[in-house]
């Protein structure tokens, strides 16, 4: 997730008191207002993508391949780009990607269109969704899924965080540093701990959402129904 924006770029006094309501906290920490990042930070970040099955592997390596791509620019420009991704990679299905001959990242490469119609146009992080997806499939194969091998780095539990400041939250832990470490000896591309942390925070391996505000409590409470108290 981007981080706050520049001081020349801060809201005004009037609009400073409104992003001071706690349901709109993620405002003033990334800058982002639109609907669609609205949505996402309300319904989506936080909330444990956790069980099993095949879909949920998939969404797994949805967020993987999204958080990778962001590398060098904002979440914001990601989000608005989702269904292009997901179109462009047929919704992430982990097997359907492995498979993909070479062809298909110069197709991409090539693909019409601008803005949030199409994805980032950058070889490297085509490339190494690509690869990502075959290595996927392999610690799916050890662990028993996808799944299983990404939140063993937290041992099958989300770690509930209570942040009283937003500017307490990290951008990276001791956890994201584990799983990049690993994932990188294993192969995978764009997984540094910082990206790893942003995937660690949006599927909710851990509840980053500062306590006093009303999605930390709607995460809190998913938790607690499917992972016990």
């Known amino acids: ?3 706050k924006r520049p001081a020349s770029q801060q809201a005004t006094p009037a609009k400073r008191r409104k992003l001071q309501d706690p349901a709109a906290w993620y405002e003033s920490y990334s800058g982002a207002t639109a609907d669609y990042y609205k949505r996402y930070m309300d319904k989506e970040w936080g909330v444990p993508i956790y069980g099993p099955g095949r879909s949920r592997d998939n969404k797994l ?14 979440w914001d420009t990601i989000l608005r780009k ?27 490469l090539k693909s019409p269109g ?35 091998f990404l939140w063993s780095f937290v041992k099958g539990r989300p770690k509930v965080n209570r942040w009283k400041n937003m500017k307490r939250i990290p951008v990276v832990t001791k956890e994201a540093m584990e799983m990049s470490k690993e994932l990188k000896k ?41 992972f016990g108290k």
């Open 82 to 108: 989702r269904e292009a991704y997901r179109r462009a990679f047929d919704n992430f299905d982990i097997a359907k990607v492995a498979a993909y001959p070479p062809s298909k990242v110069t197709s991409l």
């Open 61 to 74: 390596f949805e967020m993987l391949s999204l958080e990778g791509a962001q590398a060098g620019l904002s």
């Open 186 to 226: 294993r192969g995978f591309g764009f997984v540094g701990p910082t990206i790893c942390y942003a995937l660690m925070q949006s599927i909710g391996m851990v509840n980053d959402h500062p306590v006093n505000s009303p999605q930390w409590k709607r995460v809190n409470d998913i938790v607690e129904r499917r």
């Open 114 to 148: 601008e803005g949030s119609a199409v994805i980032v146009k950058n070889r490297g992080k085509i490339e190494s969704v690509i690869r990502n997806a075959k290595l996927s499939l392999q610690a799916a194969e050890e662990y028993g899924s996808f799944c299983k």
């Open 1 to 3: 997730m981007a981080q």
